[in-house]
């Protein structure tokens, strides 16, 4: 479990980083451009690939801090045990089927992206759409991950009753 | 079955699991059963990686990480702190002067970027104790800090107008084909910034009017400082160099737009790079707060794409239980034509705010309605803006309003929920007028898009 | 005894329902129209037999994802270019249009009587679909433009969004293919982020409301000389089909194809009356020294790609030669046709 946790750290923050590089990237085509004259499709296409990256690798990442957002009129007002219990539940009845749906719907679409190796379709773009598609599995990996981590710290403190400690209210959120 | 989905979902979405997983999870157990009951035709999913590689490839999206990386670096810099400081040194000396530049505070931030979250818990830990020792009403105070966070939603640049922007283009389209009539206009988030300006300042202006108002009723609740900063050189040094920053963003993000050097999407590259070159001249930016900018700015961002997936599932077994044309129905049976629909939506959207944020609501509820509205000839400029101010009081409306949640987390000991509850809904009320004004005259939201864009 | 039964079997069989989605908003003027009018046709032709139910870009998925769609059999049919497809197979650009290639009349010739479909089926053959050629634009616009081209040294740093084949030329020549979502184009083109950009012609152009943000509106589109659209039926699908209703999509296709080039001829005429006259339009030929240039880089551009791939070279190979001899052709009876109407 804790090896599991820190792999999801680790992606979470690694994946933390292309939020920067994206900045840079994004910048780059306009200087480019509006300076030089030159036309960067490949930077634009790697920038775009960069932000899929984040949200679906760190989908996992977010899931283990708490960051996705939730009704929590009753939630915040519930025991421990009862948020334990929701979240349970919500991990074996949401995320999971949600996640083993994707995983088996995407799969063929993106092996057939690999199959022909797909490339951009825009004159000097990257020629690596595969792995850009393949995201879609990762974030299904993503959330897998932290999600059967969930699954076994809910379970865990709903049979030992064990108090964990209250969740900050105030997340990352807009 | 289509309204049972809804009802599950909304029923499910109370016990407090993640939204967007929800959002997903529901609308798949629905499918499942529709396909053993033959009502739901589950071919349809099979089109489900080809709408979320839409969703992970869709570069005007794109603007969404990089506005949230400029906003949280403005906040873990303290170039928000800095400002609000010496506005309140500016401003205090007046009667009810820190409201003010709570409100100038606000204006500023929002022009910049409006991360309402950052701007909120900013002021929320900066004003509040401030305000609360000089002696104003807490109720006041928190109600004003609250929606004056709120203001970065409809003041350009705003996330709000960047997703609203990709959904309502889609539906005008749409709407348009349908009427057959090839009208050349097409809307853009260009559009919708300059559309929502002056609405943006005009709520602002209305919150200063509410303000004087109370000022002169009840003076006491107002305070001047008394023991204020002398107006000398190093003064007036101090807060030029608390203003420049705010301002040189404002001026990169929108000249670099209307100078056509980048296009919106590309602009907030601009505002998230200059924010990051000002906050290293100030040397508030190291290593250690870069790498907290950076995995805030992931969370958010995680957070709202997960939701677009969810969206997107949701809205797909929606469609394939017979949603969409129950609800075409439902508007083409409404009584009092294109008012009486419009009044139904922006009802619909208001409550929907009570229990929903404007995320969800712009990707489940804005593009089932929105065609509509266009087709029966509503300009999809006007729409927006009302949508983005109808939008903005999900922020504040309790008991799920962001707004309140961030500012409780912030203050717990100095303000109960009560007072917040109470001190917003006349700034809600603000809000809803100002939506009543724009209904009498739209040109107040039409007529800079027309200026601007010919 | 045969027709008897002919007439039990209309009663008895059922409707199969079939799913198309296209690259075009839902009924976009002309190419948009294209599935809808073919959709009603196979209705009509079938007595109801095979329903036909036609889904716009962004319906039921993102414009560009009609060929994985129609390829993994998601759903069975699809409308839309086949140039969009260049990233899958390079091949897949000569079936729509390339830079000085065949015009709309030309093309139609070389699918239909000089081996150009039977090359398109063994393109698509390994993704399990079936081309048919599914309309045509004629010779499209050059583009609009806020500045003017009056030689090549105008083109050095110009910012114009044209994709494909044509943008690679454009490079070739010094200036800057951009790269911009449809969305973003209009205000990217009225604020000066780029200084031009291709659409259609003057049915769609006007419809899109381009005149607005710029002023010069450029001829020929040497870029697309007459771009053919395409329908995609998943094989298996159409393996399924009883023969009479493959024959029926298949002629219904044929006359749709037809049928879009009739719609553009006409409805072009009344579009570019009403940019010249009603919105003070300005147009422009190209310089004749810019085409001959564009034209030369062009054929290099196009050879350096072909020989890259081999399924892509055989079917350049195929198309030049077509190219070469109608091209003599024409020279004496089109083309010499046009000029002595002048
Ligand atoms: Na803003
Ligand atoms: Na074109």
């Known amino acids: ?174 | 079955m289509a309204i049972l989905l809804f009802l599950a979902v909304c029923l499910v979405l109370m016990l407090g699991y993640p939204v967007a997983l929800t959002l997903a999870g529901v609308a798949l157990m629905f499918a499942a059963i529709g396909t053993l009951t033959g009502t739901f035709d589950s071919s349809l999913l099979g089109v489900l990686p080809n709408r979320l590689y839409g969703v992970i490839n869709n570069p005007i999206l794109m603007a969404v990480p990089l506005f949230v990386f400029m906003g949280v670096v403005l906040e873990k810099s303290k170039i928000a702190e800095q400002l609000l400081t010496s506005m309140a040194e500016l401003f205090g000396r007046f009667r009810g002067g820190l409201i003010f530049s709570v409100f100038f505070v606000g204006m500023l931030l929002a022009a910049s970027t409006g991360i309402v979250g950052a701007t909120v818990v900013t002021m929320g830990l900066m004003s509040l104790p401030t305000l609360l020792k000089r002696g104003f009403d807490p109720a006041f105070s928190a109600g004003a800090i609250c929606a004056t966070g709120t203001l970065g939603q409809i003041i350009p640049p705003s996330i709000a107008l960047v997703l609203l922007g990709d959904v309502l283009s889609n539906a005008y389209q749409q709407a348009q084909l349908q009427m057959g009539i090839f009208s050349p206009k097409s809307v853009s988030v260009g559009d919708l910034f300059a559309g929502a300006l002056v609405p943006g300042l005009l709520l602002l202006t209305m919150y200063c009017l509410y303000t004087l108002i109370l000022i002169k009723r009840k003076p006491e609740q107002f305070p001047a400082v008394v023991d204020h900063r002398r107006l000398d050189w190093e003064f007036a040094l101090q807060t030029l160099g608390a203003l420049v920053p705010p301002l040189l963003l404002i001026f990169l993000v929108l000249g670099s737009i209307l100078f056509g050097i980048a296009t919106p999407t590309e602009a907030a590259s601009v505002g998230a790079f200059g924010a990051l070159v000002i906050a290293l001249i100030k040397r508030q930016m190291n290593v250690k707060q870069l790498k907290e900018v950076m995995i805030s700015t992931t969370k958010i961002t995680s957070m709202v794409f997960l939701i677009l997936i969810g969206a997107s599932i949701f809205s797909l077994v929606f469609r394939g239980l017979g949603g969409e044309v129950l609800i075409h129905e439902l508007f083409n049976n409404m009584p009092g034509g294109l008012i009486g629909a419009t009044l139904l939506v922006m009802v619909v959207i208001f409550l929907l705010g009570f229990i929903l944020d404007f995320i969800e609501i712009t990707f489940v509820v804005v593009p089932l309605v929105a065609p509509i509205l266009l087709t029966m000839g509503l300009d999809p400029i006007w729409l927006g803006i009302m949508i983005a101010v109808n939008l903005q009081t999900s922020f504040l409306t309790p008991p799920f309003g962001f707004a309140l949640f961030y500012l409780r987390g912030v203050s717990k000991e100095l303000i109960t929920s009560g007072q917040i509850y109470k001190g917003v809904i006349p700034f809600v009320v603000i809000q809803l007028l100002l939506m009543l004004i724009l209904s009498i005259w739209p040109e107040l939201i039409t007529w800079l898009p027309s200026q601007i864009y010919g | 005894k045969e027709s008897q039964a002919v007439q039990t079997s209309i009663a008895d069989v059922e409707t199969i329902e079939w799913k198309l989605v296209t690259s075009w908003p839902k009924n976009f003027p002309g190419l948009g129209m294209a599935p809808e009018r073919f959709a009603k046709l196979v209705d009509e032709m079938s007595a109801g037999r095979l329903k036909i139910n036609v889904y716009g870009a962004g319906e039921l998925m993102p414009a560009f994802e009609v060929f994985d769609a129609v390829s993994q059999g998601t759903v069975q049919m699809g409308h839309s270019a086949a140039y969009y497809w260049k990233g899958k197979t390079p091949a897949a650009q000569f079936f729509t249009s390339i830079p000085f290639g065949l015009n709309a009349q030309e093309m139609n010739g070389w699918l239909h009587y000089g081996g150009g479909l039977e090359l398109w089926e063994e393109v698509y053959e390994p993704f399990g679909i079936k081309p048919l050629a599914g309309g045509n634009t004629g010779v499209q616009m050059g583009g609009w433009f806020n500045k003017e081209i009056n030689s090549m040294e105008d083109l050095k740093g110009l910012k114009m969004r044209l994709p494909g084949l044509g943008g690679e030329v454009l490079k070739r020549v010094g200036g800057v293919p951009v790269t911009l979502p449809g969305r973003e184009l209009y205000t990217a083109l009225q604020t000066g982020a780029i200084d031009a950009t291709e659409w259609v012609g003057p049915f769609n152009d006007l419809a899109f409301g381009l005149h607005k943000a710029a002023k010069f509106y450029y001829y020929p589109g040497w870029h697309e000389p007459g771009s053919t659209l395409e329908f995609l039926i998943n094989k298996e699908a159409f393996a399924t089909l009883p023969a009479d209703l493959q024959s029926i999509v298949t002629v219904a296709a044929r006359a749709i194809n037809q049928d879009m080039l009739d719609e553009y001829t006409s409805k072009h005429i009344i579009a570019l009356e009403s940019l010249i006259n009603e919105h003070g339009v300005i147009i422009k030929p190209y310089p004749d020294e810019v085409m001959s240039e564009l034209g030369r880089v062009s054929k290099v551009v196009i050879k350096e790609q072909s020989v890259k791939d081999a399924t892509m070279e055989k079917v350049y190979k195929a198309y030049m030669e077509y190219e070469a001899g109608v091209r003599k052709y024409h020279k004496i009876s089109e083309d010499a046709y046009s000029r002595i109407r002048e």
């Open chain 1, 1 to 174: 479990m804790n090896r599991i946790e820190k792999l999801t750290e680790l992606i979470g923050k690694g994946a933390s980083w292309f939020t920067l590089l994206i900045v840079l990237l994004t910048l780059t085509v306009v200087v480019l451009r509006y300076a030089f004259n030159i036309g960067a499709t490949a930077v634009q296409e790697s920038a775009l690939y960069l932000h899929g990256a984040i949200f679906t690798l760190a989908a996992g990442y977010t899931l283990k801090h708490d960051g996705h957002v939730r009704v929590d009129i009753f939630y915040r007002h519930f025991s421990n045990r009862g948020r334990h219990l929701v979240d349970l539940l919500g991990t074996l009845f949401l995320l999971f089927p949600v996640c083993i749906f994707i995983a088996y719907s995407c799969f063929d679409y993106v092996l057939a992206s690999w199959r022909y190796s797909e490339s951009s379709v825009e004159a000097g773009g990257l020629p690596f759409v595969y792995l850009q598609k393949s995201l879609l599995l990762l974030l299904v990996v993503s959330l897998l991950l932290q999600g059967s981590v969930e699954l076994v710290r809910h379970t865990l403190a709903l049979l030992t009753k064990e108090v964990i400690e209250d969740k900050d209210a105030v997340g990352d959120k807009l």
